[in-house]
């Protein structure tokens, strides 16, 4: 039988119960679809920090890179806003993407049928979205030399190299390929250079992939476009930062952000979480959404082990229990047969995905 080690990072916050729910749906469906999951918890963020005094200890480092894949629930809260920045939960999260360089991080935003009136927007304008977020995600102001805070100046600084545009810029072309082949590549080329630069680029890369149709956009019309008329996107290829902004705005689309799942992709393993945070006011309740982690699950199935049969089991289980009515409380308002906890959410689509 297949066996793959699946490195397994809950974090903080509803992080331990979203995971939780992702492990029992994939074991669901890796019993019947014949192969075996093994996983190995490792420690990210504020637990790690209350266990070894910093974010991202070393053996985390080094047990990701013998995983075949990385499933992370969120990291973050209150408790530990105070540190200083590089002791910081996001610190070790932010580290651990340079260190696994997944610099490619896709976001989807789609829009579930089942779901249409649970968005802020009203159905005509989201029915059918089915967007694409290419964020890149281990340079851009995040990483930038030189940074520095002081009491009376403090900056950072947003650099790009042309390997590091090229490189994303191929991933956005390549996923366009098998999709719409409709590119909007999102900037601020009227103010920054960095922009103008990533622009050049893009069109460069754009040559080698004459089906593609590419447009520009600059961030601050994207922003306005995706609650417009966003259907009129299908890949949206952009920085770090404009992609940590838009994507959290194209969650909105969706109904709720604990819908959406992400890859992170790269250089060698990747790492599959939900788009959400933490969530600490919530955390412990028991009333989590865990589906932007199922849905996270099935990115992995799909995208490191190459198991798309199980991940289809897993999207349309999750489609299923929608259609079917079950709600978790953050979707609660709308056509609810009952508002469930986290757990039972989990149970729900295990056991439809099992099937
Ligand atoms: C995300 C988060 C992170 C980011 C934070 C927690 C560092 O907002 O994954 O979108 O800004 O990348
Ligand atoms: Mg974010």
Known sequence: MK???IGVIKGDGIGPEIIDEAIKVLDAVSVTQGFNLKYEEMLLGGSAIDETGVPLPDETIQGVKKCDAVLFGAIGGPKWDNLERHLRPE???LGLRKEMGTFANLRPAMVYDEL???????PAVIQGVDIMVVRELTGGIYFGQPREYDANKSY???VYTREEVVRIAVVAFDIAMQRDKRICSVDKANVLEVSQFWREIVEEVAKDYPEVELTHMYVDNAAMQLIRDPKQFDVILTGNIFGDILSDAASMLSGSIGLLPSASTGKGVGLFEPIHGSAPDIAGQGIANPLATISSASMLL???LGEATAADKIDNAI???LSEGYRTGDLGDY???EIMTCSEM?????DYASR
């Open 3 to 5: 066996s793959y080690k």
């Open 319 to 321: 489609k299923k229990a």
């Open 302 to 304: 799909r995208y490191a």
């Open 335 to 337: 056509d609810t047969k």
């Open 156 to 158: 950072n600084t947003m």
């Open 91 to 93: 610190s070790g999260l």
């Open 116 to 122: 249409v009136n649970a968005s802020s927007l009203k």
């Open 346 to 350: 989990g149970d729900i689509v295990a």
